[in-house]
């Protein structure tokens, strides 16, 4: 009975690890893809920002939402 607990546990914390690490190479691939585009186009940094936090945002917003699918 514990052991099944405890493998359910794992198995759920794996997981959440995978979807959070998907999440972070989502934030650094935005990241790295604004700053690539301001460095070739300055003037449009406000935009470029503003569509990088976007998509930051919407990354992690399923990486919330995966980790209440495994909870």
């Not at 607990?5 to 893809?33: L, R």
């Not at 003037?43 to 936090?53: H, Q």
């Amino acid at each position: 009975m514990l052991a099944e607990i405890a493998n359910s546990v794992v198995q759920s914390d794996i997981k959440t690890g995978v979807a959070m690490a998907g999440a972070s190479i989502g934030i650094g691939c935005a990241t790295a893809g604004a700053l690539v585009a301001m460095s070739r186009n300055p003037g449009m940094m406000g935009k470029i920002l503003l569509w990088m936090f976007v998509g930051m945002a919407l990354a992690e917003g399923w990486a919330v939402i995966a980790w209440f699918a495994v909870k």
